[in-house]
């Protein structure tokens, strides 16, 4: 398995940014595709963003659609998750997870950063 740690999770007011990194530690990471999760007070984990191994495909859930951006460099090991124009709503704490397919199952989780955006 790979590990995970995020990072880059923070108290931001509605309508700012935030950018999350996960560092990859382990088996090779270009190995894996990478998936972003959050989970809010009292909701279940939902998939956030999720990005092939290439980088090349990347999907997102319906509501952070053209605000969010999942990328990820191979040479460093890393997958981020830029946050745009951030809601209330999207406060949760953040997860990212490694898989053999973008569509998982997820096999490796990290601990997770909380974002809280204020309104």
């Known amino acids: 398995q790979v590990q995970l740690v995020e990072s880059g999770g923070g108290l931001v007011q509605a309508g700012g940014s935030l950018r999350l990194s996960c560092a990859a530690s382990g088996r090779p990471f270009s190995s894996y595709a990478m998936g972003w999760f959050r989970q809010a007070p009292g909701k279940e984990r939902e998939f956030v963003a999720g990005i092939s191994w290439s980088g090349s495909s990347t999907y997102y859930a319906d509501s952070v659609k053209g605000r969010f951006t999942i990328s990820r460099d191979n040479a460093k090991n890393t997958v981020y998750l830029q946050m745009n124009d951030l809601k209330p709503e999207d406060t949760a704490v953040y997860y990212c997870?490694?898989?053999?397919?973008?569509?998982?199952?997820?096999?490796?989780w990290g601990q997770g950063t909380q974002v809280t955006v204020s309104s």
């Open positions: 997870a490694a898989g053999l397919r973008v569509g998982g199952p997820f096999s490796s």
